[in-house]
């Protein structure tokens, strides 16, 4: 292939994003050329293709945070021709040429293999939101999680938010699942939520210490929501946040911390050992049930993506996009 298909953002006058016929040799370098299978549309996606944030390093750039496939061409002895692999994080889509596109090449280092039990559709369905949301209930369980108490799941009908309610659903867990959409009970309980929670009970002003309630949380949504979430806390539990959608800014007192003693676990995906990579995948193919992975996908064509853009920046779409490339 010389030329393949790929959704492409340039700066101007206007800052644009389009489909359009891409040559091999525009492709950055890199030791292994796969050609992509499926893609995903996450947040950061949206910012990269709206403008709305920056996010972009670099023009022109194809956005795209992960993608799935087969491996073409490969300098690396880690892989083959022939190879299913994925790539979740690393800068891809902001400062690399990411997966919206029908060819990626990129660095050895940054593949793992397909572990058993997964397609690579199914992959892109946990993609990287499914990743941080592992990495994130791995970090619950080392810090210890109570079974005596629920579990909050905030943002819980987007990408993370979903992987996450359905692994500690699965875990035996009972899970509280947090959403601004109240449209979303039925689909949060099919995933194994016990409650649901209006975000607006979090984000509301909260005394500087609630009663408690919480023996864990993984917290996507950031601002005045984590700010909630802490004082509602019990004693030697732990929040493991890993998303900004509501803000950057945290206000709130030291009393969690310190009164008592919840930890504040920050969770990256880039950040992220490869033995620890491994571990999670592997937790993902085994831990999370088939069933909600699927009802939690809605794969569409490339040529679909400009236009969902829009709505996962407003929190309109549920679940997981993921994009069909070849």
Not at 128 to 157: P, Q, S, Y
Not at 236 to 258: Q, W
Request: charged residues 20%; contains cysteine; neutral net charge.
């Amino acid at each position: 292939m010389q030329t393949f298909k790929a959704l492409v953002v340039e700066t101007g006058d206007p800052y644009t994003a389009q489909i359009r016929q891409a040559s091999v040799d525009e492709l950055p370098p890199g030791d292994v050329l796969v050609r992509v299978a499926y893609s995903s549309l996450n947040y950061k996606d949206g910012l990269a293709i709206t403008g709305a944030g920056k996010v972009i390093r670099s023009f022109p750039m194809v956005p795209g945070i992960d993608l799935a496939g087969t491996v073409l061409e490969s300098a690396s002895p880690d892989y083959k021709p022939g190879d299913a692999v994925i790539l979740t994080g690393w800068g891809v889509g902001e400062r690399h040429w990411g997966g919206l596109a029908e060819l990626a090449r990129v660095r050895a280092e940054w593949l793992v293999p397909l572990p058993d039990g997964l397609t690579l559709q199914q992959a892109m369905g946990i993609g990287t939101a499914g990743f941080t949301a592992m990495l994130a209930v791995m970090a619950l369980e080392a810090h210890t999680i109570d079974k005596n108490r629920d579990v909050l799941v905030t943002g819980a009908a987007g990408g993370v938010g979903s992987v996450a309610t359905a692994l500690l659903a699965r875990l035996g867990y009972r899970v509280v699942a947090s959403t601004g959409r109240t449209s979303e009970e039925a689909y949060l309980k099919s995933l194994g939520a016990g409650e649901i929670l209006h975000r607006s009970v979090l984000a509301a002003p909260a005394k500087p210490l609630e009663s408690e309630r919480f023996g864990g949380a993984v917290d996507t949504v950031g601002g005045a929501v984590l700010a909630g979430v802490l004082p509602r806390m019990a004693y030697g539990s732990s929040v493991a946040a890993c998303g900004n959608a509501g803000g950057v800014k945290l206000e709130t007192t030291v009393f969690p911390f310190i009164l008592r003693g919840v930890n504040l676990l920050g969770i990256d995906s880039v950040m992220c050992p490869r033995e620890k990579r491994l571990r999670a995948w592997q937790r993902l193919a085994h831990d999370l049930p088939k069933p909600l992975l699927e009802a939690a996908i809605q794969t569409v064509s490339l040529e679909e993506v400009p236009g969902l853009a829009q709505a996962i920046l407003q929190g309109q779409v549920r679940g997981r996009v993921v994009v069909r490339l070849s």
